[in-house]
């Protein structure tokens, strides 16, 4: 199945820092969603983003779809950005509709 | 905005004890599905569901899993007979279509099995 690899594992930002996660991914996909886990546990939509460029107010995404990566910037970093980053894609494959997760960005900002 | 509703939030069984994990999809959605994460892991697929039936499931979804569709509105997950190593969290999700559409996660519903 696709292989998706997101880094760092782990950052740590002073608040009000600027900071970029990665996401590579081993084949063509369909969909692309970045997603907040906050830390009660829940799945927050960031951007569904299979190519471009979206901006959400300090969040932003990029996927380059050619050369399979997508980019997430957290600008004016806050506490509350603090939490698990994960990236899923969806492979352009006949009939294969599953989301695929990488093992995610934890980040921690401090005040 | 629309969400996907999922009970109980947390759930506390003993080992053997058969669970039903409840979700409401987004009213026009057509396609359902059941993730799990395991404490620390990357959240794995389980089931999608569409027309009433599986279309596709993981190689967890073993005899103990089953999914269902009662009524309009609620898509479940039951656990037969759970194992220590089914606690987790379960997130459903639904989207409009198959392939290249968004899928909307509910908040997830903790299991614990003692």
């Known amino acids: 199945g696709i292989q998706v690899e997101q880094s760092p594992p782990d950052l740590i930002l002073q608040e009000g820092a600027n900071s970029t996660l990665r996401c590579n991914f081993s084949?063509?996909?369909?969909?692309l969603q970045w997603f907040h886990q906050n830390p009660w546990g829940q799945l927050i939509n960031l951007f569904y983003i299979p190519s471009g460029t979206k901006q959400n107010g300090r969040l932003s995404a990029t996927t380059v779809a050619t050369e399979r990566y997508s980019l997430l910037y957290i600008s004016s970093s806050q506490t509350t950005d603090s939490g698990v980053y994960f990236c899923?894609?969806?492979?352009?494959?006949?009939?294969?509709?599953?989301?695929?997760f990488g093992a995610g960005t934890t980040v921690t900002v401090r005040a | 905005e629309p969400e996907v509703t999922q009970t109980p939030s947390h759930q506390v069984t003993q080992m053997g004890q058969e669970v039903i994990l409840r979700c409401v999809p987004i009213?026009?959605?057509?396609?359902f599905y059941w993730y799990r994460q395991i404490l620390g892991q990357k959240v794995e697929f389980l089931v999608s569901f569409y027309n009433n039936e599986i279309s596709e499931k993981s190689e967890i979804f073993d005899d103990q899993f089953s999914v269902e569709r009662p009524d309009g509105s609620n898509f479940t997950l039951k656990i037969r007979s759970t194992k220590l190593e089914d606690s987790a969290m379960y997130f459903c999700?639904?989207?409009?279509?198959?392939?290249?559409?968004?899928?909307?996660f509910g908040a997830g519903s903790r299991l614990t099995v003692l």
């Open positions: 084949d063509s996909v369909n969909n």
């Open positions: 999700a639904s989207s409009v279509a198959s392939g290249a559409n968004v899928l909307t």
């Open positions: 899923a894609v969806e492979p352009r494959t006949l009939n294969d509709y599953k989301l695929s």
């Open positions: 009213s026009n959605h057509l396609y």
